[in-house]
């Protein structure tokens, strides 16, 4: 069974930058979209970046510009750099890996707490 282990979130100031690390116990290769998703209290999952293994990503509108996502199949970690950071970015940060067939589950990690001050 896979397993995702999220890492690198904390406490910054409005305007300041996190990396965020999602190592996998597994080949990441075995999934065709890894992700990032975000949750902030009361408020429901949203998407914040996809990468697929073709290399193609998606962001949301309200990160594009500042946030990369990254794959190391090498390391089988997928990263978010998070750059000019806002009070709205304040969640908790899920990775995601998704096989895309029919049958294999998603996988998630635990989450990891971004909190961004003013």
């Known amino acids: 069974q896979v397993q995702l282990v999220e890492s690198g979130g904390g406490l910054v100031q409005a305007g300041g930058s996190l990396r965020l690390s999602c190592a996998a116990s597994g080949d990441i290769l075995h999934f065709h979209i890894m992700g990032w998703y975000r949750q902030a209290p009361g408020k429901p999952r949203e998407l914040v970046a996809t990468?697929?293994?073709?290399?193609?990503?998606n962001y949301a509108d309200s990160v594009k510009g500042r946030f990369t996502i990254s794959r190391d199949n090498a390391k089988n970690a997928v990263h978010l750099q998070m750059n000019s950071l806002k009070p709205e970015d304040t969640a908790v940060y899920y990775c995601?890996?998704?096989?895309?067939?029919?049958?294999?589950?998603?996988?998630w990690g635990q989450g990891t707490q971004v909190t961004v001050s003013s």
């Open positions: 990468m697929v293994s073709g290399g193609n990503t």
């Open positions: 995601n890996a998704d096989p895309q067939v029919a049958g294999m589950d998603n996988y």
